[in-house]
Every structure is written in structure tokens, then in C-alpha cells.
């Protein structure tokens, strides 16, 4: 069963917009990982949170981590059409469970 | 240094062949995985292996074996192919655990008509 679950499904937006992506998951966690995936090829790892940080930055990539809410938050700042692709949210309870992606489009 | 790498990256089986999905990464990594695809899916775990000569079953083993005879290679065997296996199949590696940073092959999409 998939331990991350994102949200929305899809999303479309204008160049130089932020893109928001949510992963809810279920039950208690070491840490929650972020992952691009581009149209037929493998996932790329963007970002890790440990489950005793809050938020974490890397480059136009934001994260946040609500332990008690069960939830993260990926913000991409300032979009590109090279950021259209599809991005995962992966948690380690057993082994890494991947949710069903958000398939972000970024309109030039 | 090449990542990992999958053969083939396209396959067409008939149900009840068999073959085998080749995977090899030159990080050193002890941890190996296979993963299947399916649209609105998300990944599942097949198979992993934590070191050369240990392997384990993931989420959904079923139709599939694995071995692991070296550090470098990880191939995953399809015994009698069935359409359900339809799917597009990464595999990965990292460090030393399943929790760590995964690094991702470019995905063997294979059909079972």
C-alpha cells in the first residue's frame, strides 16, 4: 500500500508562478524524501527532511515537514518549463514507499 | 562513473515467456531495489537486497525472482510472464538502507500481450 499520498493529482502554471505540492502520509516516520520524475525516465532525488526538521531549502526547492499533521510541503519558486515533470513523495516506514505523484505542467 | 543502468529499455513479451531485466550500478552500493510502474500507481517494491547474496521480497514478489551474486548486479527474473506485469520497472540503488537517497536507473518498460 502506498504510504505517501500527494496532492493534487495535477497541476498547471505560468512560468515565474510557485508550484505547491502536498504528501499526506499515515503513520510515523525518519524521514520523508522528495523526488522529480521526468516524462520516461527514472526519479531524481531533489530533497531529504528528517523528521526532527521543520524545513529545508535547496536552491528554489522548499520543504516542510508537519510530524503532527502527517504531512510535507514542496514549494518550486519561481517556475520553469524545465521544471514540468512529475514529483514523488517517498517515505521510509519498512522500506521507501513512493505515493502516486503529482504531475506538474509549467507553461512557458 | 555511469549510475545505474537497465537492459533493455523496451521489451515485448507473450504470456508465459520468461526473461530477465538487467540492472548494474558502479556506486558501490549495497542496497539494490526493483520497483514496478503502473499509471496512478505510484512505485512498488518488488524485490531488494541489502548486500551481495542477501535479497528480500517487497510489496508485491509475486511472478518475480532476484539474485544477487555480486555487489554491482542485480537482474530480476520474470518466470512465466503474465499481462499484469505490464509495467515500466526501475531499479535503484543507495548507500547502505532503503532509507537513503535513492538513485534510479532509466526504467525497462515492458509489454506482456
Known amino acids: 500500500s502506498q504510504q505517501g499520498e500527494e496532492d493534487p493529482q495535477a497541476l498547471s502554471i505560468q512560468e515565474g508562478e510557485n508550484a505547491t505540492m502536498n504528501c499526506s502520509y499515515k503513520?510515523?516516520?525518519?524521514?520523508l524524501q522528495w523526488y522529480r520524475q521526468n516524462s520516461g525516465r527514472g526519479l531524481v532525488h531533489l530533497i531529504l527532511?528528517?523528521?526532527?526538521?521543520r524545513e529545508k531549502h535547496s536552491g528554489r526547492l522548499r520543504v516542510t515537514l508537519d510530524t503532527s499533521k502527517k504531512s510535507s510541503s514542496l514549494l518550486i519558486t519561481a517556475s520553469r518549463a524545465a521544471d514540468t515533470a512529475s514529483y514523488f513523495c517517498?517515505?521510509?516506514?519498512?522500506?521507501?514507499?513512493f505515493g502516486a505523484g503529482t504531475r506538474l505542467t509549467v507553461k512557458p | 562513473n555511469a549510475g545505474v543502468t537497465q537492459t533493455p529499455k523496451f521489451q515485448v513479451l507473450k504470456t508465459g515467456q520468461s526473461m530477465t531485466l538487467q540492472c548494474a550500478q558502479d556506486?558501490?552500493?549495497?542496497?539494490m531495489s526493483w520497483y514496478r510502474q503502473d499509471p496512478g500507481m505510484g512505485l512498488r517494491l518488488i524485490h531488494y537486497?541489502?548486500?551481495?547474496?542477501?535479497?528480500d521480497q517487497g510489496e508485491v514478489p509475486n511472478g518475480y525472482n532476484v539474485s544477487r551474486s555480486t555487489t554491482e548486479d542485480f537482474p530480476l527474473r520474470l518466470l512465466s510472464a503474465a499481462p499484469s506485469q505490464t509495467s515500466v520497472y526501475f531499479c535503484?540503488?543507495?548507500?547502505?538502507?532503503?532509507?537513503?537517497?535513492?538513485?534510479f536507473g532509466p526504467g525497462t518498460r515492458l509489454t506482456v500481450l
Open positions: 535503484a540503488s543507495s548507500y547502505s538502507s532503503g532509507w537513503d537517497e535513492q538513485f
Open positions: 537486497s541489502v548486500g551481495a547474496g542477501i535479497t
Open positions: 556506486m558501490n552500493h549495497e542496497y
Open positions: 517517498a517515505t521510509d516506514r519498512g522500506h521507501m514507499r
Open positions: 527532511i528528517r523528521s526532527n526538521e
Open positions: 503513520t510515523s516516520i525518519n524521514n
